[in-house]
């Protein structure tokens, strides 16, 4: 059974442009969560998707946005973006919202701004 | 405000030396606990959900036991091997988001 599969894997990108990420969940999984991993901040949500609907969002500014599409694969996008947007950007997809489902990560972006 | 705080940061082991890792919680409505082992560069890996207190959940060297406050992943005669960052995180009845904790990162000398 396939994992979360996220691409691409390395992305290296200028200030002030724009980054759209990739994730495809596990075939039958509903839920896309996207969140964001930094040395100084840890692990941080931006926000989850299920049934092609934005269901919570971190508190991230607006130039981070997210879609799903009706096969459940999802996408983020980062727009203007800054030095500090570098960050390993990691999706976990759930079978779905309820108790009991855990949640799979895929290997994540490695985005570098410079 | 869902919280997550983990001890000790980071921890040096001997190969056998069997140690616990620690994560405190506050949360309102715990709807599970989680754990992951991460590897650099590369994304968690599931390990186990815990979702009441006195509930305990095993895997090879892994065991991992909860409370009403606090969860503890004990690592049984280690192994180089088991090196990595392991990370705690919880979801509340308020939403459908992990809260992770800042991870304990456990070095395995052989």
């Known amino acids: 059974k396939a994992g979360v599969t996220q691409t691409p894997r390395y992305l290296i990108k200028t200030r002030g442009q724009q980054v759209t990420l990739s994730c495809s969940p596990i075939?039958?999984?509903?839920?896309v969560s996207w969140y964001q991993q930094t040395p100084g901040q840890g692990l941080q949500f931006l926000f989850e998707?299920?049934?092609?609907?934005?269901?919570n969002k971190g508190n991230f500014p607006g130039r981070f946005s997210g879609r799903q599409f009706s096969n459940s694969r999802s996408e983020m996008n980062v727009s203007t973006l800054e030095l500090g947007d570098s960050a390993l950007y990691l999706c976990?997809?759930?079978?779905?919202?309820?108790?009991?489902?855990?949640?799979?990560f895929g290997q994540g972006t490695r985005l570098t701004v410079v | 405000e869902d919280q997550v705080t983990q001890s000790p940061e980071a921890l040096r082991l001997q190969e056998g030396e069997s140690s616990s890792l620690n994560c405190s919680y506050t949360?309102?409505?715990?709807?599970?606990l989680f754990w992951y082992r991460q590897d650099p560069g590369k994304g968690p890996e599931f390990l186990f959900t815990?979702?009441?207190a006195g509930e305990e959940k095993e895997k090879e060297r892994l065991k991992a036991t909860l409370t009403k406050k606090e969860s503890f992943l004990h690592i049984t005669a280690p192994k180089p091997e088991d090196s990595a960052t392991y990370l705690c995180?919880?979801?509340?009845?308020?939403?459908?988001?992990?809260?992770f904790g800042g991870g304990t990162r456990v070095l395995v000398k052989p």
């Open positions: 815990l979702y009441s």
């Open positions: 976990a997809s759930r079978r779905g919202r309820g108790q009991g489902t855990e949640a799979f």
């Open positions: 949360v309102s409505g715990l709807r599970g």
């Open positions: 075939s039958g999984h509903r839920s």
């Open positions: 995180a919880v979801i509340s009845a308020a939403g459908n988001k992990l809260t």
């Open positions: 998707y299920f049934s092609e609907t934005q269901r």
